[in-house]
């Protein structure tokens, strides 16, 4: 089997996360807080779109928790993974199960579809890693606690509730 290699001069993507403008966010009661660097989008990639729509196959951002702080509420997706490499602080980590885990530098972590997670910074320090999610045309974040739904590429919150298959189709 042969395979072919193409290398154009000039052709390397680089960015320095210095160089990359953080967005800052936070919950009205401030239990969530999180600033992120999105690595992919400054190395030319559209944020949440994939290569169909002229992105990056993955999303990379350096995420950074401040000290007893949360990044985001628990929930899981329905077909997003997420790989987590812990770089600095520490802190703890919520599973499927609710169960907390102890997180330090060096850990890394993969969720897959369906599993439920959340970070949470118990340290005194910020707790900052990198998280790469692939991307997928379309995921629904699912809340356990509130039954909410966030659903992507409408990036909307939403609260279903249950109909007939057939009601308002004939």
Known sequence: MAYLFFVRENSMNRTN?????PEYTKSPGAS?????????VALGGKRDIGPWGGGHPFD??????????KNYPYHSHAAQTEYYIIVSGAGVFVDEGGQEHAIRVGD?????P??????INTSSEELRYYVIA???RSDVATYPKTGKRHIKPEMRCIRVEDVDY???EE
Not at 108 to 112: F, K, N, R
Not at 114 to 119: L, N, T, Y
């Open 17 to 21: 996360e210095a160089a990359v403008v």
């Open 32 to 40: 969530f807080q999180v600033t992120r660097c999105h690595m992919s």
């Open 60 to 69: 990379v951002e350096l995420a950074i928790i401040p000290a007893g702080k």
């Open 108 to 112: 890394h972590i993969i969720v897959h």
């Open 114 to 119: 369906g599993q439920a997670h959340q970070m």
């Open 134 to 136: 692939d991307n997928h």
């Open 166 to 168: 057939y009601q308002g």
